[in-house]
């Protein structure tokens, strides 16, 4: 594998870093989806309570958004320290 100079580590750890950016910003967005699907659940027609399986299915919604949400500030710790490689 052919050396890379110092420059060039930093101009692709900064094209990372902005990939990574809108990764998030996609992780972000798809989470709060989520989490609004999962507020959306409303009870059936002439029913004041969600059913059993409603209830499932609004803890799976918001158990799927606290993931993504997870997995979104993980990404955001990665692309910190490869802003720290472009940057410093």
């Not at 959306?40 to 958004?65: C, F, H, I, M, S």
Request: glycine share 2%; no cysteine.
């Amino acid at each position: 594998m052919a050396n890379i100079t110092k420059t060039q580590t930093k101009k692709r750890a900064e094209k990372i870093a902005e990939r990574l950016d809108e990764i998030l910003d996609l992780l972000r967005e798809l989470a709060e989806e989520v989490r609004d699907e999962a507020d959306n659940v409303e009870p059936y027609e002439g029913k004041d309570d969600l059913t059993e399986a409603q209830e499932e299915r609004v803890d799976w919604l918001n158990e799927q958004a606290d993931i993504l949400e997870e997995q979104a500030d993980t990404l955001e710790e990665v692309r910190d320290n490869v802003q720290e490689i472009a940057f410093n």
